[in-house]
Structures are given as structure tokens and as C-alpha cells.
């Protein structure tokens, strides 16, 4: 079974967090929410939202993705703490798949992992940043093992792509099917 590691922070984006989520527990993926904090996380919007478990706790476990959700500060707080980063540039050097959507991209880019790639994000986050990355304005970029989408609104294409690439696309169009899309 797939696993799927998303580093949750407050003032994240909670549609965001919630439909990665669930979609990628439709397809029968393993999702550990960890908070880089103990106990609840507020978003953006004041939902609350209590992570499985924290960062901390699963430092050292095996993941086949890392799904950054984005909002602010959230994704400022992904991009600024040193776990967030160690853990994207090791699955990197590993081959294995990073993602961010919205804001987020910009831990990708704080992490190095951006250089020479196609990417997006929500306007004004990537596009402003320096470097040799190209931005794209599409709802989902798929660029080797790096994943970025643009915001709330792609949330739902985001997720749908990272359960393709996990387990297939006979799983996505079930899952996608099952949504009355």
C-alpha cells in the first residue's frame, strides 16, 4: 500500500489538507497527517483540524510522497522549518515523489528541488521567486517526481493526479468516477 506523508502547519489551507486527504484515502492510500506541532491545527479559515500524529513522531518512517498543503502562513512555516526541508530534499535524492499546491511550492524552492523544473503555484508565489525554474499557469504540473498545483480551486485535479501517479489510472478513474464528477 501506498504512503503518503502530509506535514501539516497552522494557518494551512484546509480545503486543501481535506481533499488530498480523502481523495488519496478513497484510492486506498495510506495518508499520516503530522502536525509540526502537537495537537490541533488551526487553517486559514479557523477550521480545526487534529493531525494523526506530529512530525516528530515520523521522522524515520518510509513514505512514497510528501503532499505539501499550502495557505498562509502555513506555507510559510513548511518552508521554514529544517524538518520540512531535510525530508523533501532526502525523498528527492530517493526518487520519490514531492508535492505542494498553492503556496507551498515555495518549500520546493526554499529545498532546491525546483531548479531546471516546470512548475506552478498560486499567482505571485513562484512566478516572484529567482531562479531557473519554469512557470507554468496550469492546475497541475507533473515534472518528474515533483508535483505543483495553484490552489483550492485545483484541489480536487491536484489530488486525482497524485493517485494516478501512486497506484494507476484505473484507481483514479474509480475514485473520480465514485465522485459524480
Known amino acids: 500500500m501506498a504512503k503518503v506523508l502530509m506535514p501539516l502547519a497552522q494557518g494551512c489551507e484546509e480545503l486543501e489538507a481535506v481533499t488530498v486527504a480523502d481523495i488519496l484515502r478513497r484510492a486506498g492510500i495510506a ?15 479557523g477550521t480545526v483540524l487534529m493531525p494523526d500524529n506530529t512530525l516528530d513522531a515520523v521522522l524515520a518512517d518510509d513514505f512514497d510522497m510528501m503532499v505539501l498543503p499550502g495557505g498562509m502562513p502555513g506555507s510559510e512555516h513548511l ?30 524552492h526554499a529545498a532546491n528541488l525546483l531548479q531546471g523544473k516546470r512548475a506552478t503555484s498560486f499567482p ?16 497541475v504540473v507533473t515534472d518528474g517526481k515533483i508535483v505543483t498545483s495553484r490552489g483550492p480551486g485545483t484541489a480536487l485535479d491536484f489530488a486525482l493526479t497524485l493517485v494516478e501517479l501512486l497506484v494507476g489510472k484505473p484507481k483514479r478513474d474509480a475514485v473520480e468516477a465514485d465522485l459524480q464528477r
Open 124 to 139: 505571485g508565489v513562484l512566478d516572484r521567486l529567482p531562479g531557473d525554474h519554469v512557470y507554468l499557469n496550469e492546475k
Open 31 to 45: 495518508v499520516i497527517i503530522a502536525g509540526l506541532e502537537t495537537g490541533a491545527v488551526r487553517a486559514s479559515r
Open 79 to 108: 518552508k521554514n522549518d529544517a524538518r520540512v526541508i531535510a525530508l523533501l530534499k532526502s525523498m528527492a535524492s530517493a526518487g520519490k515523489y514531492v508535492a505542494a499546491i498553492c503556496a507551498a511550492p515555495m518549500a520546493l
